[in-house]
Structures are given as C-alpha cells and as structure tokens.
C-alpha cells in the first residue's frame, strides 16, 4: 500500500452527493446517518433527502456533503457497502 494520494477527477473541497438505497422495512436512515456522521464533520453535511420507492418498498437517501478529498469519500462508501441494511450505495 503506498502513502501517495489517490488521482481524483473532483477537485476538493467540494459538494458531493452521497446516496444509498436499502429496504424501507430496515433502519437504512439511522444506519446512513450514522455511517456519513462518523466520517464528515456535523458543519459539513449541507443537506439531507429521503425518498420512497414507488411501492413504498425501498426508500433513497441523499445526503449532500462538503468532501474534503478522495480518501473520506472512499471510506463513507466502504463503510456504506459494509452495511447489510444498505443494498446500493452511490
């Protein structure tokens, strides 16, 4: 493994849209905010969207943050695949 910085397209800082999908029958938002909390500072999470599906069998949510690099949105979505109650992280 090297210390060297990832190469990103994104320029940082910059707002980022993190999304996750999970069933709507699971705490997918408790366990998303709980993930995005430990990785971004409260002042930088800008806003937060919950969307159901058209059932009501899933719900989406965003959370639009302020990413400080490449590395801590790496690490929000490893944290988020690891989840077993979010099936799709964006």
């Not at 408790?30 to 993930?35: L, S």
Request: charged share 30%; aromatic share 6%.
């Amino acid at each position: 493994m090297t210390d060297e910085p990832r190469e990103s397209l994104l320029e940082f800082p910059c707002e980022f849209p993190v999304k996750a999908m999970g069933r709507a029958d699971q705490p997918v938002r408790e366990v998303f905010e709980r993930i995005v909390a430990e990785h971004v500072p409260e002042a930088h999470v800008l806003t937060w969207e919950e969307k159901p599906s058209g059932k009501g069998n899933f719900v989406a949510i965003t959370a639009c943050i302020q990413a400080s690099d490449q590395e801590q949105l790496d690490r929000i979505y490893h944290a988020l695949t690891d989840a077993p109650e979010i099936l799709v992280a964006l």
